[in-house]
């Protein structure tokens, strides 16, 4: 009965691959949520979602997209993987905006 | 640009006293502050809050204080115990008018018995 769960929960790929990575929360929260944690344990979000608006990092390359089948589920999608996108990304999602997030296992993306 | 500090990467305590972490942030517009714990393979899981209206907010075991004027908060953690070993990060956001909780580096606690 995971309340959050990511896969895979590592991904190891070669540069100029693109790939995603799926999330599921099972809380019937309204916003879900995508960070990145770097090698600096600094932990960066990177976009947050509800049913009806997508708020972007601007800092974020547009390489990256998340996609959102459903209120449930938000995937990312990483296109023509650098190796500065090796990282810990976890997803995560919370019941409105403005509230506590209930985080993912998180998905160890190396790029070789 | 950092906006939420934690300076002070690892921390130790023995069992049963109290472990103090702190937290810096620079932007005054920050109005809700939260405590999470993270465990190795595992996100962080949520502990404790706090809004700008209060300067402490208690539960249980856990404590956290926030100094407005100084830009700092707190978390208070009696007694310790082994199982509160974990890294320790500090978040805040602009409340209802934001939607991005920005997150310090972490603390890292070992609770020796």
């Known amino acids: 009965d995971t309340a959050v769960s990511q896969t895979p929960k590592y991904l190891v790929t070669q540069m100029g691959n693109d790939k995603s990575i799926k999330c599921e929360q099972n809380?019937?929260?309204?916003?879900m949520y995508w960070y990145k944690q770097d090698s600096k344990k600094f932990l960066k979000i990177m976009f947050s979602?509800?049913?009806?608006?997508?708020?972007i990092n601007e800092t974020v390359p547009n390489r990256f997209s998340p996609k959102s089948p459903d209120k449930a589920h938000l995937n990312l999608h990483i296109n023509s993987l650098e190796l500065g996108d090796s990282a810990v990304y976890f997803c995560?999602?919370?019941?409105?905006?403005?509230?506590?997030?209930?985080f993912g296992p998180g998905t160890r993306l190396t790029v070789t | 640009d950092q906006q939420v500090k934690q300076n002070s990467p690892s921390l130790s305590v023995q069992e049963g006293r109290i472990s103090i972490l702190n937290c810096d942030y620079t932007n005054s517009m920050f109005d809700y502050f939260l405590w999470y714990k993270k465990y190795p393979a595992e996100g962080p899981t949520f502990l404790i809050s706090i809004s700008s209206i209060k300067d402490k907010n208690e539960d249980g075991r856990f404590t956290v204080f926030l100094n407005k004027s100084a830009k700092h908060l707190s978390l208070h953690i009696v007694p310790s115990q082994p199982g509160d070993s974990a890294v320790y990060f500090c978040?805040?956001?602009?409340?209802?008018?934001?939607?991005?909780?920005?997150f310090g580096t972490g603390t890292s606690l070992t609770v020796i018995p």
């Open positions: 995560a999602s919370s019941q409105v905006r403005e509230s506590e997030q209930y």
């Open positions: 979602y509800n049913n009806k608006e997508l708020i």
């Open positions: 809380l019937g929260h309204d916003t």
């Open positions: 978040a805040a956001s602009r409340g209802l008018t934001g939607n991005q909780f920005y």
